[in-house]
């Protein structure tokens, strides 16, 4: 889970109840996206942080270009993670958010998003610790084959 959110009960899970992201005083509620629109969505996220990285991708062996690439990163990552938030929930008033809307609303509300659309990272971890431990026997690699 991302720091600064909790995890939703089944019961919320079971019945799709939306997000409640906070921004300013007031709560929004934003629906959970189905499999297909989150598929799409979790692509887009990829797609935004990648045109990030990619602007410094050359080894930084300068100090001055490190310092520009970390200084990109601060000044742009915020804004792509509004993106994304809006993106995700297409009704929400961007300009309310970020009238009313703090830097560390902003960061709980992205983390809140991501920790909805990127739920299989438990289950990967499982599927990693039962295929290294397949991995040391080989009985079991060939069942899971």
């Given at each position: 889970?991302?720091p600064?959110t909790t995890?939703?009960?089944?019961?919320?899970?079971i019945?799709?109840?939306?997000?409640?992201?906070?921004?300013?005083?007031?709560?929004?509620?934003?629906?959970?996206?189905?499999?297909?629109?989150?598929?799409?969505?979790r692509?887009?996220?990829?797609?935004?942080?990648?045109?990030?990285?990619?602007?410094h991708?050359?080894?930084?062996?300068?100090?001055?270009?490190?310092?520009?690439?970390?200084?990109?990163?601060f000044?742009?990552?915020?804004?792509?993670?509004?993106d994304?938030?809006?993106?995700?929930?297409?009704a929400l008033?961007?300009?309310?958010?970020?009238?009313?809307?703090?830097?560390?609303?902003?960061?709980?509300?992205?983390?809140?998003?991501v920790?909805?659309?990127?739920?299989?990272?438990?289950?990967?971890g499982?599927?990693s610790?039962?295929?290294?431990?397949?991995?040391?026997?080989?009985?079991?690699?060939?069942?899971?084959?």
């Amino acid at each position: 889970m991302y720091p600064g959110t909790t995890e939703r009960t089944e019961d919320q899970i079971i019945a799709k109840d939306p997000l409640k992201l906070r921004f300013g005083t007031r709560d929004h509620d934003v629906p959970i996206l189905g499999f297909r629109k989150a598929k799409e969505w979790r692509a887009n996220a990829v797609d935004r942080v990648r045109e990030i990285v990619n602007v410094h991708r050359t080894e930084c062996d300068n100090n001055d270009v490190f310092t520009h690439g970390l200084a990109f990163f601060f000044l742009q990552f915020p804004d792509k993670m509004l993106d994304l938030i809006c993106l995700y929930g297409p009704a929400l008033d961007r300009n309310v958010i970020e009238d009313e809307g703090t830097d560390e609303q902003v960061a709980r509300a992205f983390g809140q998003v991501v920790a909805i659309a990127f739920p299989f990272t438990k289950e990967l971890g499982m599927i990693s610790t039962v295929m290294g431990i397949a991995q040391n026997f080989p009985q079991l690699a060939k069942s899971t084959n």
